[in-house]
């Protein structure tokens, strides 16, 4: 199934997106409002249950602070 094949990275960039926002100590609704996307949106992705656009994914690099394309290397080079 096509929706499948990319779960795990997906499960993981979000794993690694709710570790870097809360060692930036801001909240959900924080990153929500400063990505311009609903709260619910983020839960989704740091659970794992939402795919995300690459410019969604520049925003959120951006608002922790970190390049977009280490974020990428970290979520496939760390153990989360």
């Given at each position: 199934?096509?929706?499948?094949?990319?779960?795990?990275?997906?499960?993981?960039?979000?794993?690694?997106?709710?570790?870097?926002r809360?060692?930036?100590?801001?909240?959900?609704d924080?990153?929500?409002?400063?990505?311009?996307?609903?709260?619910?949106?983020?839960q989704?992705?740091?659970k794992?249950?939402?795919?995300?656009?690459?410019?969604?994914?520049?925003?959120?690099?951006?608002s922790?602070?970190?390049?977009?394309?280490?974020?990428?290397?970290?979520m496939f080079?760390?153990?989360?």
């Amino acid at each position: 199934m096509e929706n499948d094949k990319y779960k795990l990275e997906i499960i993981r960039l979000g794993l690694l997106i709710k570790e870097l926002r809360r060692k930036e100590k801001i909240t959900q609704d924080q990153l929500s409002r400063s990505c311009k996307v609903d709260v619910r949106t983020i839960q989704r992705i740091e659970k794992g249950k939402q795919n995300i656009t690459i410019s969604l994914l520049f925003s959120i690099a951006d608002s922790l602070k970190i390049e977009s394309s280490i974020l990428v290397h970290r979520m496939f080079s760390e153990n989360i």
